[in-house]
């Protein structure tokens, strides 16, 4: 989360054009992760059960070819966004400000990303099998290598190239490469009790429609996630360059909520896996709620912070007065709703670590298709809030998939269902 918000301090001082660019990039990009979020979720929950079962040749199959399956999606992805990054820019109806200062960024953005999916594969299978310390060492190193090299290549600092916007993904690019060397040694000569050898390697077709059946829901889930927002751009665009800023924003402390409940929703998840892999359903629903008051109290404190501080924090990344007041009333009001916002991103991480992503599937899909963004476009279009009704379509869709999703927990279905 810091390196995010030193991102975005940085940018702002590009202009909040830059700003806008610079969320709307990540939104391209968060499409690209959210459909492989899937190989991910399914990595997990079978590499937990197998772990849980002492089942560690199991395991370590599991995760090649979940690795050869990664590799294939990214060398699709990378080729497209390389060939037709502009022309996905132009699609949302951003200005040509924006599209100049972006194509380039989400160009290289999509080639860091690619090295990114390996590190956070890696890292769930690591955790899957009980190590959680040796994912944070490789984070801390690649958010601390990041914060170093972000402004370094934004403004050509120490005889660096000065890249503007390209210069974040390039330090992304190096800070991430180095992430996924320390958790690859980790499951290859490690102390983990994974252990990667490509001796007696191979295609394992049954395995792989495995993963993918498993996955299927998750990544379709993360899909839509990571299409909305983009439909919401296009719904915020006419308000101009400072709307889709104050977005931007907005959607950054979203996503604090999903890295700061994700990977608290992640082991919590991976915990009951391993609970529900020897038939112990009390201990498996007790991991999730204990994680969900560590999700409760995440929650408060940003919200406390934003509704305390809006002018303050926007104000900091870009000084502009159109921008400031803007930015501050999104703030505010998405503060209202970061409790069910957080709770939710952690529920769905647990389910889907459980191998159970059927209902969180359906529960997103409907509550951003359906809800949010039909909302959004009525809210600021046509009831007269302006731009405004966006950020509250956005608490109104968080607060339903919270109920909906908490309703399914107490319900218990959960915990007899995933992979077997």
Known sequence: MVANIVDLVWVGRLGFQAVAGLGVVQLFVLVTLSVRVGIDAAARSMIARAIGAKQTAQANHVLLQALSLNT??????????LLFAGQLLKLVGLSDAVVAQGSDYLRLQFV????????VLLAGALQASGDSMTPLRAELVNRVVHVILSPTFI???FGAPEMALSGI????????????????YAVSFGTSRLRLSLRDYHIDLPLLKQIVRIGLPA???????GLSPLAVVAIVAPFGDGAVAAMTIMRRTEAMASQASQPVGKAAGAIAAQNLAVDQAKSARSSVKWGMLYAVAISLSFAALFVTFPTQITSFINSDPEFVDVASNWLRILAIGYFGLTLAYFLVNSFNSVGN???????TLGSLWLVEVPLAFFLSHIAGLGQYG???AFVVGAMLR????AWYFERGTWLRSGVS
Do not use: C, E, K
């Not at 990544?219 to 996630?225: A, E, P, W």
């Open 357 to 363: 992503t059927v209902f969180p599937m359906v529960i």
């Open 169 to 184: 993904a390039m330090a992304m690019l190096i800070s991430r490469s180095l992430a996924v060397a320390m958790n690859f």
């Open 72 to 81: 294939l999606y990214q060398v699709v992805i990378v080729v497209l966004g």
């Open 390 to 392: 966006v950020p509250w």
């Open 219 to 225: 990544s379709i889930t993360g899909l839509q996630r």
């Open 402 to 405: 919270l109920a909906l999703l």
């Open 112 to 119: 860091a990303t690619a090295v990114m999916s390996y590190q």
């Open 155 to 157: 403004f050509g600092w």
